[in-house]
């Protein structure tokens, strides 16, 4: 059974920094392309980042870049996402996602959520101004 969990949310300040992280168990993490979206209240969800299942190929939304990073260690199962300069705009709830994806023409970061079969309860991510 694949489960996906999310932590490292909270309230912070403006300009402040959070790293998010998804532990992932009951697969084989190395053969999944991960991926990070947000929710905001009256929002659809979007996509904010994703990493290939080699990690060698990343891609992030244009409202993040510059300020997120995704990153994956397949020692400890788990993707991150670190966030930098977070704005108050970056409030929502963060949620993980995997796809298994394997082989040399599949190397490349899902920005789809449609794409994506595993997916995490979610962090709260609160950014006050």
């Known amino acids: 059974q694949v489960q996906l969990v999310e932590s490292g949310g909270g309230s912070v300040q403006a300009g402040a920094s959070l790293t998010l992280s998804c532990a992932a168990s009951?697969?084989?993490?190395?053969?999944?392309?991960m991926g990070w979206f947000r929710q905001a209240p009256g929002n659809e969800r979007e996509f904010v980042a994703a990493?290939?299942?080699?990690?060698?190929?990343?891609a992030t939304a244009d409202s993040v870049k510059g300020r997120f990073t995704i990153s994956s260690d397949d020692a400890k199962n788990t993707v991150y996402l670190q966030m930098n300069s977070l704005k108050s705009e970056d409030t929502g709830a963060y949620y993980c996602?995997?796809?298994?994806?394997?082989?040399?023409?599949?190397?490349?970061?899902?920005?789809?959520?449609?794409?994506?079969?595993?997916w995490g309860q979610g962090t709260q991510v609160a950014i006050s101004s």
């Open positions: 996602a995997a796809v298994l994806m394997i082989g040399l023409f599949s190397d490349y970061p899902k920005i789809r959520g449609s794409d994506y079969s595993y």
């Open positions: 990493i290939s299942w080699s990690g060698g190929r990343t």
């Open positions: 009951g697969l084989t993490f190395s053969n999944y392309a």
